[in-house]
T-cell receptor, first 115, second 113 residues
Framework: EAQVTQNPRYLITVTGKKLTVTCSQN?????MSWYRQDPGLGLRQIYYSMNVEVTDKGDVPEGYKVSRKEKRNFPLILESPSPNQTSLYFC??????????????FGSGTRLTVV | AQSVAQPEDQVNVAEGNPLTVKCTYSVSGNPYLFWYVQYPNRGLQFLLKYITGDNLVKGSYGFEAEFNKSQTSFHLKKPSALVSDSALYFC???????????FGTGTRLQVFP
C-alpha cells in the first residue's frame, strides 16, 4: 500500500531533550515536506525537500532541522524542544512539488507535547 | 503574495441537506486551487483540484467545487451531506514562485443526523 509513515504517533517530552520524528514514504516521491498544524493557524510548512540532499526552509523553520540522505526518509529533528513546539506534525510527499498538481500524500500525524 | 481565506471556522448542516464550504483566493496569474479533507486522527487527503478547464470540478466522495474567477472563489459543495462527511476541510492555492501549497486555516464541517 502506498503510504507515508510517521513515527511516533504521540510523544511527550521535556524541554531541551533532543528528539527525532521519522517519516518514510514508499512511492519513490522526490518531494517531501513537514508541516505543523495549530488551531486557528492551519498548516504551516516547516521544511521541504525537492530531492536527496536538497532541503530548504519553509515558513516556520526556527527550532527544527531536517535531513534527506535517502529518497524515502525525511526525519524531523528538534535539537532542543520548547513548549511552543507543542503541536500536531505532518509529513507529506509527492512526485513533484504539489502545487504543480501532483497528488500529495500525508502521514497520519505526530502529536508532540513539550513540557 | 498568494493566499487563501476560509471565512468560516465551522459549518453545521443537517444530513441530507446540501453543504457549502467557502474559500476565496488571492493570486497573481492563473490560480491552481485544491481542496483537502482531514478526518479525525488522520492526515489530509486530496479531494479535488482546479488547474484549468471546466469551472465545475468533481472530486472524491461526491464532492465538487465551483471556480468563480470574478468572485475569486472556489467553494466546496455537495448536494446531500452525510454524517460521515464531518471533518476538517482545507482549501489550498499554489504558490506560483515555488510550486508549494499555501493552505487556508481550515473549516470544520459538522453534519447532524
Amino acid at each position: 500500500e502506498a503510504q507515508v509513515t510517521q513515527n511516533p504517533r504521540y510523544l511527550i517530552t521535556v524541554t531541551g531533550k533532543k528528539l527525532t520524528v521519522t517519516c518514510s514514504q514508499n512511492m519513490n516521491h522526490e518531494y517531501m515536506s513537514w508541516y505543523r498544524q495549530d488551531p486557528g493557524l492551519g498548516l504551516r510548512q516547516i521544511y521541504y525537500s525537492m530531492n536527496v540532499e536538497v532541503t530548504d526552509k519553509g515558513d516556520v523553520p526556527e527550532g527544527y532541522k531536517v535531513s534527506r540522505k535517502e529518497k524515502r526518509n525525511f526525519p524531523l529533528i528538534l535539537e532542543s524542544p520548547s513548549p511552543n513546539q507543542t503541536s500536531l506534525y505532518f509529513c507529506a510527499s509527492s512526485l513533484r512539488p504539489p502545487g504543480m498538481g501532483y497528488g500529495y500524500t500525508f502521514g497520519s500525524g505526530t502529536r508532540l507535547t513539550v513540557v | 503574495a498568494q493566499s487563501v481565506a476560509q471565512p468560516e471556522d465551522q459549518v453545521n448542516v443537517a444530513e441530507g441537506n446540501p453543504l457549502t464550504v467557502k474559500c476565496t483566493y488571492s493570486v497573481s496569474g492563473n490560480p491552481y486551487l485544491f481542496w483537502y479533507v482531514q478526518y479525525p486522527n488522520r492526515g489530509l487527503q486530496f479531494l479535488l483540484k482546479y488547474i484549468t478547464g471546466d469551472n465545475l470540478v468533481k472530486g472524491s466522495y461526491g464532492f465538487e467545487a465551483e471556480f468563480n474567477k470574478s468572485q475569486t472563489s472556489f467553494h466546496l459543495k455537495k448536494p446531500s451531506a452525510l454524517v460521515s462527511d464531518s471533518a476538517l476541510y482545507f482549501c489550498a492555492v499554489r504558490d506560483i514562485n515555488t510550486d508549494k501549497l499555501i493552505f487556508g486555516t481550515g473549516t470544520r464541517l459538522q453534519v447532524f443526523p
